[in-house]
């Protein structure tokens, strides 16, 4: 699991790249430790971390973690 923690990290340090976010105050892996340990709709109120087990499941948190960045939910 702390390999499938490190590539959404990754993930998340290259959307905050691309969206250029610069707030020096923004602590990416605060905000992620948050976020993949609090129910989410889009997996029916399941915490992402509780996926991160299987390749199959990093690829979906993966997925949704990709959508936040637009606002985007399937």
């Given at each position: 699991m702390?390999?499938?923690v490190a590539?959404?990290?990754?993930q998340l340090d290259e959307m905050l790249k691309e969206s250029?976010?610069?707030d020096p105050s923004f602590d990416a892996g605060r905000w992620?430790?948050?976020w993949?340990?609090?129910p989410l709709p889009a997996l029916g109120g399941a915490r992402p971390?509780?996926?991160?087990d299987t390749p199959e499941g990093l690829g979906t948190v993966a997925t949704i973690?990709?959508?936040t960045q637009s606002?985007?939910?399937?």
């Open positions: 702390i390999n499938a590539t959404l990290r990754a250029g976010h610069t992620l430790n948050w993949l340990n609090n971390i509780t996926l991160l973690l990709a959508q606002g985007a939910y399937a």
